[in-house]
């Protein structure tokens, strides 16, 4: 039987060898947006490896690989649509600004060593299913896949929300749908779908910690990708962005506050 260790020593080479390959390509061009689909890429490759080596429920996580591939493509071809249109993620933009012309490869290198890391880690819930040999389904995994459900759905709107306003080209703010409610809908429709894979873990043997898994997700999305995203979007937009700060929620989706008059 392969051993738990050696199921994470199989995601970390997976993942680790799709990094490098993905550096290699940025080398040529120039377009760190690339390492955000060997994200979403490594997750798959991750969920595969431990379905075919793990001795979990058979059905459990078949279901699991079914709802990791289903939520990881669509995110994958949703970065490569704006790989291949040379659109470069503002987060990324900004950190190769700060780092300046130094060593820039070699920091390039290590954010995507330590993106690849952060897809092992992440994986500790597809883990858990993978190693849990209890058949009986619960309550927990009916719900942890309506949860994905609903983030899957969330996060595909909002994503087409966006597409639809880039398309009219306003120049202006977007405002529309999910993005009435929350500054980044996609983010926290990301964070939704990875408490629902928490709750589907949670029945399997030390469930619990598969909550580290959207707790560090929270983590890197609000205090991490939100402030770099709003640091352009402040550059780009400037008042017009400022005054979408001062009524729409950043994260959490909920009805704009109305702005005082001015006195």
Aim: proline share 4%; net charge neutral; charged share 15%.
């Amino acid at each position: 039987m392969v051993t738990l260790f050696q199921m994470i020593g199989a995601s970390f080479v997976l993942v680790q060898l799709l990094m490098f390959i993905l550096w290699g390509i940025y080398t040529r061009q120039r377009n760190t947006a690339i390492v955000d689909v060997g994200w979403a890429v490594g997750f798959i490759l991750t969920m595969v490896a431990y379905f075919f080596l793990g001795y979990g429920s058979f059905w459990k996580t078949l279901l699991l690989l079914l709802m990791v591939v289903l939520w990881a493509s669509r995110l994958a071809f949703y970065l490569f649509d704006r790989l291949i249109n040379n659109v470069e993620d503002p987060r990324y933009a900004e950190l190769r600004k700060r780092w300046g012309d130094s060593n820039g490869d070699v920091k390039v290198l290590v954010l995507f060593v330590f993106q690849g890391v952060l897809v092992t880690v992440l994986t500790l819930p597809f883990l858990l299913v993978a190693c849990c040999p209890n058949p009986i389904w619960t309550g927990w995994e009916i719900f942890g896949a309506l949860l994905w459900a609903v983030g899957l759905a969330g996060e595909t709107y909002a994503d087409e929300n966006l597409r639809q306003y880039k398309a009219a080209q306003t120049g202006e703010v977007c405002k529309k749908g999910l993005w009435y409610y929350s500054r980044h809908p996609n983010y926290f429709f990301e964070w939704i779908i990875w408490l629902g894979f928490a709750f589907y873990a949670l029945s399997s043997t030390a469930g619990i910690l598969a909550f580290i898994s959207p707790a560090l997700m929270y983590y890197i999305l609000r205090y991490i990708s939100v402030p770099l995203t709003e640091a352009h979007l402040l550059q780009s937009k400037g008042e017009n962005y400022k005054q979408y700060q001062e009524t729409t929620n950043e994260f959490f989706p909920w009805f704009p506050a109305k702005k005082a008059d001015s006195p």
